[in-house]
């Protein structure tokens, strides 16, 4: 049972640690993207803005039930 | 800042380790030719003197030349050079093997990726999820068994080779968010490149401290030698070690120039990564709050001491501020927590029933594999196969093994559900009794350890006691994996349990003697009795009091018990005089302790003459009771020679 619990805490937690360390990487490229002086080698090359990883829907965002 | 910043603010550093690396040489070169000097000063200076004397002034000019020789010089620089570089490039080529080099030279225990245990699980699953929070390959994972101190650390030249060390202490004590603070703090090591430069000093290090630690070394051992030329090893141990401390002090600079700022920037890092600084909090002020703090008892934690998350060595307090590897635990706590009170939380251990969130269902009925008391020819057997079991007895002991209800086999497994089982083992049988030690053993534990224990007790009257010591065996090796203080509550409460009636019986006895013995070793760092005795004369005693004991517990009258002494006397070839039954006063649990104990130094054919004498002993009325089996299982425990259950033939 201890372990059951410890293993969906530790996916659960990767989940999010995943979607975080994406959307670190996302900030600092679209940072980089306005900032002088990358920004021009961005521009000269058209380098789109990168879109953060979100979940919209509300079920998806519900944390999930366990019941034993 | 960035991570590429980072690693130039790491190379920046390297310089500076270069810079005082040169420097501690120098001093050590420096101090190597004074002391050079004075011992070839001396004549030279005397023999100026006695020209003084003589009035031959003009060679006076030389006593100033003195304090500069060029032979003496060079003699120092080689010197100093040959045991710095050797000792620097051999423990450099010791780490070229990365991280999990530093990670065993510490002490550390691989952590087995498939680990089942609960707490090493969740440790692998945290260093997983860094990983994937940080972007760094998820290193190897080592557990530092012997140290109660909550401390971690990362080493590695690259992050491919990178390893993760956490002590016992950090696995126990720590909650989860905790744990994932220290992990995360580590793991930016890792990526900013401090675990590459912290390798690279440890190397260098090793060189400047090796004059001080031979130096250590040499008088430590003259203490121990003979009287001869004592004097002489521990002068020139203590010069050594003079000079060493040369080395040790811009050592120690290194180490915490190269260490002290970058653990703020870790800790911030450990923040960006969790995205939680109450766990990273909560893990600084446990270790200000801990008895152990976060130091090691490892000697080498001192060439080490930079890669730690806090200080793993304690110092004097004249020095700290210039030596520090760590910032004090106070500022860290109050960077990333400003309105800190100061306060220290008491760190206690974890519950014994903690996280059992139900209590086990009653077991379903099974059969009693001891339905039948066993016969002579089932112990001579028994005896005849220690070392080796039979195939019935293997077959035997899977049946066994099968009759024990689900609830014992799964209690066996569970360091919580083990020690409850082991408490319940040891309830008193008497109402009134029982009450009481179950209210110490609420005080001592908790209301959910205690009421476990019960419902373990009453399950355990049915059992025979044969099952009950195969229980035990079962158990051991989950006990053994308790830290260190758990380990010591555990004994505690044992001890109360079996004193708490004013008198120890015999199966009691037997238990606790299993798991100290089994225990110690591990806890206690026990090695194996070495050999003492040879011959028998020297252990008459004990055996008359093992063999008298024995006799009586199968005995229901004196002249019984009389009779079968007499039949184990026989078989051990013992004298008339030493042919006469003990008194009971005699055969107190002390002297049977003592006798299992001073037996345990026994050569093996002293050990097997009395396993046979004792199988005598029980046989001598053809039959062999619940209690004589147990006793001499436990006597045989005892002296390491475990003897198989016993089981008729069929």
Redesign the interface.
Known sequence: ???LS??L??TE??IS??R??FNDAVMRYNNRCEMVPSNLVASMFGFQRAEFFEVEDEAERAPVKVQ? | MDFFEEQVVARKRTRRLVVLFMLAVIGVIAAVYLLAMIFYGFGASDAAGIRYMTGDYDNLSQRALAFWNPGVFLFSLGSTAAVVGLGSLYKIAQLRAGGPAVALGLGGRRVDPDS?K?EE??LL??V???A????VPAPEVYVLDREPGINAFAAGNTTSDAVIGVTQGTLHLLR?DELQGVIAHEFSHILNGDSRINLRAIGLLHGIFLLALIGRFLIRGSMHNGKKERGGVAAIGLGLLAIGSIGVFFGRMIQSSISRQRELLADASAVQ?T?DSDGLVGALKKIGGASSGSHLETPKADEASHIFFSDAVRRLRLFTGLFRTHPPLGDRIRKLEPNWDGEFPEVTLPRIAE?L?TPPGPPPGDVNAFAEAPTEEAVSQALEHIGSPRPEQISFARSLHAALPELWIHAVHQAPMAQAMIFGLLLAQDEVLRGTELIRLADLTDANTADLTLRFHSEAAERSSAEKIALVDMALPTLRSLSLDEYERFREVVGSLMQSDRRIDLFEYTLSRMIRRHLARQFAGAGPTPLRFRSLRSLLRDSRVLIATLARVGSRTEEDAERAFRHGAQTLQLKEAAALILPPAECTLAAIDLALERYDAASPALKRGLMLACAATVMADDKVTDREAELIRAIGDALDCPVPPFVQSR
């Open positions: 049972m201890m372990q410890e293993e805490s530790t937690n990767k640690f995943a975080q360390a034993f | 089942t609960l699980r969740r699953n945290v997983e999820e860094m994937i929070a940080s972007g989860r990564f995205r996280g969130s």
